[in-house]
């Protein structure tokens, strides 16, 4: 599908539907079927969770081990998050089986449920048929640093996590751009009164500042703002590292990937849209500073190759899509069987619901 929509004809230009491949996910989805408005990050989030747990190589969980947190407070942070992330991986680890690998391979059509769904998305998109588990290790998953200080102390402790979902406050200010909500992310946080934690230096519950860094900055990255309520707004953001090889339906993972998601729907009290306008760059968006110190990333700088764009409102409305053309670096206008060429000044609005972009200088 994928392919087609790029793909050069000799004749009239014709569009590309996706029904089979909406009709394989509405088997296992039903709140996907029928022709009705739906939230298209809860669809890629449907779909990307659906790979995730059917990938997953692990037959069989080890027992549950006890960590041992005093000895594990006095390690490195770099040392500290490589345990959390083995220890993740233990339990969870994303890479494709081999039997499913040579199913989707070998063309032997044998396979049912949602594995036919990645087989047909892998068999179409994969660009290399032989699997390695760099290629496919973790491939939606990133690892966040939450650091908590101690005011009375001064003790600070730091714990790994992997996640899909991080929440983004909305800084209180005109205009917004993504960066201020990452450095509003990213800022020190007073806990006090009944969120005081435990110190464990005090042992006591004691006043603490907390704050927030990438410890594995993800290659496709989700933000999706949720709107509680016209004064209180918060973004969520789903980091997901994916393989410089993959290339699978939607995400089109040719090079590693970042996508962000605006949330831009109400679902507390009353249902609304929110139609802000967030500045984002075409070119160059440099998230390095906010990479904990201890994080081995190098580079974390991208390019916008696509957008979706939503207009109207909550009951209904219809979308749109900005891209790229990975050769020409021409961008087009796709509505329905319509298709037309835009200028680039013009692919920033208010109407931007999802947003992808492209790690610079990645390998194929």
């Known amino acids: 599908m994928m392919r087609q929509i790029w793909e050069p004809t000799n004749g009239p230009q014709t569009y590309i539907s996706p029904q089979r491949f909406k009709a394989q996910i509405q088997k296992f989805a039903p709140r996907f079927m029928g022709y009705a408005q739906q939230d298209a990050q809860e669809f890629l989030r449907y779909l990307l969770q659906g790979l995730h747990e059917d990938v997953n190589r692990v037959q069989k969980r080890p027992p549950s081990e006890n960590p041992d947190y005093d000895k594990e407070d006095k390690m490195p942070d770099a040392q500290k998050a490589e345990l959390y992330w083995r220890r993740y991986k233990a339990i969870d680890n994303s890479i494709i089986a081999g039997e499913l690998a040579i199913l989707v391979f070998s063309k032997r059509n044998i396979v049912t449920g949602r594995h036919a769904v990645i087989m047909t998305i892998l068999h179409s998109y994969w660009p290399n048929p032989y699997l390695t588990s760099q290629m496919l290790l973790d491939l939606f998953m990133g690892q966040l640093m939450s650091t908590l200080e101690c005011t009375s102390c001064g003790y600070k402790s730091t714990t790994f996590d992997p996640f899909w979902d991080l929440s983004l406050p909305i800084p209180k200010m005109a205009p917004v751009t993504i960066i201020d909500c990452f450095e509003l992310f990213t800022s020190k946080e007073v806990l006090d009164g009944a969120e005081q934690p435990v110190c464990s230096g005090c042992k006591s519950r004691q006043r603490c500042r907390k704050s927030f860094s990438i410890q594995r900055f993800p290659q496709i990255l989700v933000i999706r703002i949720l709107y509680r309520n016209p004064t209180l707004c918060t ?10 090889n993959f290339s699978a339906g939607l995400l089109c993972l040719n090079k590693a990937k970042l996508s962000l998601y605006f949330k831009r729907f109400s679902g507390e009290r009353s ?17 390095m500073n906010f990479v904990s110190e201890c994080s081995p990333q190098k580079s974390a700088s991208y390019d916008l190759y696509a957008i979706s764009n939503h207009s109207g409102s909550v009951y209904g409305g219809h979308y749109t899509a900005y891209c790229r053309h990975p050769y020409l670096n021409t961008w087009f206008e796709f509505n329905d069987t319509r298709v037309s060429q835009i200028r680039q000044s013009d692919i920033v609005s208010s109407e931007a619901y999802v947003l992808f972009y492209q790690l610079k200088n990645s390998s194929r």
Do not use: A, G, Q
């Open 235 to 244: 973004r969520f953001l789903t980091m997901v590292p994916s393989s410089s």
């Open 271 to 287: 249902r609304s849209k929110l139609t802000t306008l967030i500045d984002f760059p075409s070119k160059n968006l440099n998230l």
